[in-house]
């Protein structure tokens, strides 16, 4: 399942060091959600990322607060794509494990 949206990026307040994630919309979270796959820790998700020109593999978790899905953003694309607190950034996703 390929998915394409924007999202607000924001610090995660539960870690000390900068932790950065997005948030993925509530009816993108739903549709994963609801998709069969295997059973991961955390009820992760397993999928592919495109940021501007970076991609990379990583795992969307729950974020029981929201109900949402959320992605970590790792400093080295953060770096690439000088991405910052607050910023709106255009992702794509490509759900694995499917």
Do not use: C, N
């Not at 970590?72 to 794509?92: N, S, T, Y």
């Amino acid at each position: 399942m390929h998915l394409e949206f924007a999202s607000e990026v924001f610090r995660w307040s539960a870690r000390r060091e900068d932790f950065y994630l997005a948030e993925v919309p509530a009816d993108l979270s739903a549709m994963i959600q609801e998709m069969p796959r295997p059973t991961r820790g955390f009820g992760s998700v397993r999928v592919a990322v495109t940021v501007g020109g970076s991609e990379w593999r990583t795992s969307l978790f729950p974020d029981a607060e929201s109900g949402t899905y959320v992605l970590p953003l790792k400093r080295a694309v953060r770096d690439a794509e000088a991405i910052g607190d607050g910023d709106v950034i255009a992702i794509e996703i490509d759900v694995l494990d499917v």
